[in-house]
């Protein structure tokens, strides 16, 4: 049988992304397996992982806004941003009210720009920044667009902050953590992180790897399984008849009739169905009537 589908786990803490990936591909028979956005070994909450054919939206689901719960202890501050890390400074952080906290907050909503830990894997001539930290090369992680919709305080006592952020691709909590230090003085590391949500999928409906364990050992794993276009289903959906059903199976495009008062783009994206409700293809708008499939999900 060929999977297409999509598991919402919860990762553990001490185990990376890869070894969830790993422990899914050696059991559930296909060799097609990924994730959708990294969390540190430490870290845990919900990580997508796509088989099969799925795996080809895992660019959408990346894409997606995320959510954590993301806990900071002010007053240290380690080279890793949090604390795995060695401590590089510890400061008396016991006179920082929850008022400056909020104050200091302010800047890091919105659309701003962010430095990435340089102990991460982003890569610079193909080696990842944190490999070059490790050698002891000087490592700097230039600033790049982020955009944070949501930072709330849950609670706060000094020294320990709780925050609830919700943040588009791209955005680092522990670079939060680690500029939200340095504005107030003391300097801050993340001290734990819970990825509450990733688009769709929610922490509360993630199974934990001992249950999936147990699954896969019974058999009843597959109940777990969510659609893959379930990752786009904020997305505009067109219904083909037979001819651009056609059209897409043999990347062709198709016209769509445009729908009156809704502006489309070139560029723009949707999903497509058969008329019998089958999930087809994701299509690009080249003209407003025109479009063509950018990924297709069945065979002619």
């Given at each position: 049988?060929?999977?297409s589908a999509i598991l919402n786990v919860n990762k553990p803490p001490d185990w990376t992304s890869f070894d969830v990936v790993r422990f899914i591909r050696g059991r559930c028979g296909e060799k097609r397996v990924g994730h959708a956005g990294t969390l540190d070994p430490a870290a845990t909450g919900v990580l997508p992982i796509l088989i099969g054919q799925a795996t080809r939206l895992t660019e959408?689901?990346?894409?997606t806004t995320k959510e954590y719960v993301a806990d900071i202890e002010l007053g240290v501050v380690t080279d890793t941003y949090d604390a795995q890390g060695e401590v590089v400074s510890r400061a008396d952080a016991?006179?920082?009210t929850e008022a400056a906290v909020r104050d200091a907050l302010a800047v890091f909503r919105g659309d701003i720009m962010q430095a990435p830990p340089i102990y991460s894997a982003i890569k610079r001539q193909g080696v990842p920044?944190?490999?070059r930290a490790r050698r002891g090369e000087d490592v700097r992680a230039e600033p790049r667009p982020v955009r944070v919709y949501q930072l709330d305080i849950i609670?706060?006592?000094?020294p320990n902050l709780r925050l609830r952020i919700?943040?588009?691709k791209g955005f680092y909590v522990r670079s939060l953590a680690h500029d939200l230090g340095a504005a107030l003085g003391v300097g801050g590391s993340l001290s734990g992180?819970?990825?509450s949500r990733v688009g769709a999928f929610r922490v509360e409906d993630a199974v934990d790897i001992d249950t999936l364990r147990a699954e896969f050992e019974d058999g009843t794993w597959p109940e777990r399984l969510v659609a893959p276009d379930e990752v786009l289903l904020t997305w505009r959906a067109a219904i083909?008849?037979?001819d651009a059903t056609q059209d897409l199976l043999h990347g062709r495009e198709t016209a769509l009739r445009p729908v009156t008062g809704v502006y489309i783009a070139p560029g723009d994206l949707c999903r497509a169905y058969s008329d019998a409700g089958d999930f087809l293809a994701v299509l690009r708008c080249e003209q407003p009537d025109r479009w063509r499939p950018e990924k297709v999900f069945v065979r002619p």
């Open positions: 049988m060929t999977l959408y689901l990346v894409d016991s006179e920082i920044l944190y490999k609670s706060y006592t000094a919700i943040c588009g992180l819970v990825r083909l008849g037979e």
